[in-house]
């Protein structure tokens, strides 16, 4: 158990809803990540949140979004599905946000999103 | 735009047998992970390596960092069954934003 928590696990859904992932980080860590493995894509990262602060974006899509709340944990707003947005979502945490080595990174269990 | 290769892709291994995974990546980085992942699970941290010359060992499986060839190996030793998973290595350019391989589906028979 990495201590990171993430809600629901497995979610289907049709295309152009909008769902909400969750994910509550380690006890004491203040960055978040959120990553996306799919079967084309390999494991990309999409965005990082340290502190309750944006901190950097990658491969994230316009119609997604994430923030990081006072209390640390962080949601992934994922909208206008399309099926390829089936995949597997992590969320990760360190204890750091910047700079050089910023603790090591541990993954959450992955919510598993399916689009019909 | 960093890169991250591993080969092989695919690793289909006797048990008891020994064998290295491969790791090249494209720009100057002294920080790579190594991850453990199961189907349908999550990723297991394994080694984190963060200087040139690192080696880190767990078992039956040992790790390497060479900065100047921007190369890391995963050497496994001795194969057993429960080795059998993916594996995958990660750079870490920026505060633990990682670009990840493809990964290596390592299959161990008996």
């Known amino acids: 158990d990495s201590g990171v928590t993430q809600t629901p696990k497995h979610l289907i859904t049709a295309t152009g809803q909008r769902v909400t992932l969750r994910c509550s980080p380690r006890?004491?860590?203040?960055?978040v990540y959120w990553y996306q493995q799919s079967l084309d894509q390999g494991l990309q990262f999409l965005i990082q949140y340290y502190n309750g602060e944006e901190r950097a974006k990658g491969n994230i899509l316009e119609r997604f979004s994430a923030q990081q709340f006072p209390d640390l944990h962080s949601e992934l707003n994922l909208s206008s599905l399309e099926l390829g947005d089936s995949a597997l979502y992590f969320c990760?945490?360190?204890?750091?946000?910047?700079?050089?080595?910023?603790?090591?990174?541990?993954f959450g269990e992955g919510s598993r999103l399916t689009v019909l | 735009e960093l890169k991250v290769e591993q080969n092989p892709l695919f690793l289909s291994m006797q048990e008891g047998k020994n064998y290295t995974i491969y790791c090249n990546y494209s720009?100057?980085?002294?920080?790579l992970y190594w991850y453990r992942q199961d189907p349908g699970k999550s990723l297991e941290s394994l080694f984190v390596l963060l200087s040139n010359g690192a080696v880190k060992q767990e078992g039956r499986l040992m790790a390497s960092l060479d900065t100047k060839a921007r190369l890391s190996t995963l050497h496994i030793t001795a194969a057993v069954h429960d080795l059998s998973a993916t594996y995958f290595c990660a750079v870490d350019k920026v505060g633990s934003r990682l670009t990840f391989g493809e990964g290596t589906q390592l299959t161990v028979n008996p």
């Open positions: 990760a945490s360190s204890v750091a946000g910047s700079g050089g080595f910023t603790g090591e990174l541990f």
């Open positions: 006890s004491g860590d203040l960055s």
């Open positions: 720009t100057t980085s002294d920080r």
